[in-house]
């Protein structure tokens, strides 16, 4: 009787806690006194030379050590962060199953995203980073949903920040659509995207 209890309270608990992180709290950006472990989710093609366009910007002082993700079959990202990053010594590069291929259907995808998302729960619980950055594609779909399941579990706090492609102009790619509610920040880049009825996205 007592385990029932408990069980059904600890339910509650947690989808209380996931409730007002996805709808009530977001977390602000603030300056640290020191760098943030960062994680930078690469998509492949298009959606990594955008990211590390953004990396190429920012003071990678403030932003170590950096842990890039890219998916197995996608080499040439690997290859471009060497680039990047040339002599630096504070980043390393991780290889993840990736959850749905280019025109795989959406049926056989649900096994794969299901299969990627067990092959990330060590790579968050090792890694911990304190910031989580991401554009797309579905790449970073596993990764954000065990950073948000371990801080609705208090296991872990990180801030994930989802920055949609330039190329979405008036709607949102399938992953914006998921991570809408999971990431603290969604980041646009068209002023339409930040109407109103996006209320959490903000426009740059």
Same mark, same amino acid.
């Given at each position: 009787m007592y385990a %029932?209890?408990?069980?059904?309270?600890?339910?509650i608990t947690?989808?209380?806690?996931?409730? @007002?992180? +996805?709808? $009530? %709290?977001?977390? %602000?950006?603030?300056?640290? *006194?020191?760098p943030a472990k960062t994680m930078i989710i690469l998509g492949s093609g298009g959606h990594t030379a955008e990211m590390l366009? $953004?990396?190429?910007?920012m003071n990678i002082k403030n932003y170590?050590?950096? &842990? @890039?993700?890219?998916?197995?079959?996608? %080499?040439? *990202?690997a290859e471009k962060v060497k680039n990047l990053e040339d002599s630096n010594k504070d980043y390393k590069i991780v290889e993840i199953y990736r959850s749905r291929e280019v025109q795989q259907s959406y049926f056989t *995808? &649900?096994?794969?995203? +299901?299969?990627?998302t067990l092959n990330c729960f060590p790579i968050i619980w090792k890694e911990?980073?304190?910031? $989580?950055?991401?554009?797309g594609p579905g790449t970073c779909v596993p990764l954000c949903i065990i950073a948000f399941l371990f801080k609705v579990?208090? $296991?872990?706090?990180n801030v994930i920040v989802f920055i949609e492609s330039f190329c979405r102009v008036k709607t949102f790619s399938l992953t914006g659509k998921i991570l809408y509610y999971l990431a603290d920040h969604i980041i646009?880049?068209?002023? @339409?995207?930040?109407?109103? +009825? @996006? *209320?959490?996205?903000?426009?740059?």
């Open positions: %029932k209890c408990f069980i059904f309270v600890l339910c947690v989808f209380a806690r996931a409730c @007002y992180l +996805m709808f $009530i %709290k977001r977390n %602000k950006f603030r300056e640290k *006194s020191c366009r $953004i990396v190429k910007h170590t050590p950096r &842990i @890039y993700v890219h998916a197995q079959t996608d %080499k040439l *990202s *995808s &649900i096994w794969t995203t +299901m299969f990627a911990n980073p304190e910031l $989580i950055l991401c554009n579990l208090f $296991i872990t706090e646009v880049q068209w002023a @339409y995207l930040s109407k109103p +009825m @996006y *209320s959490r996205s903000t426009f740059l």
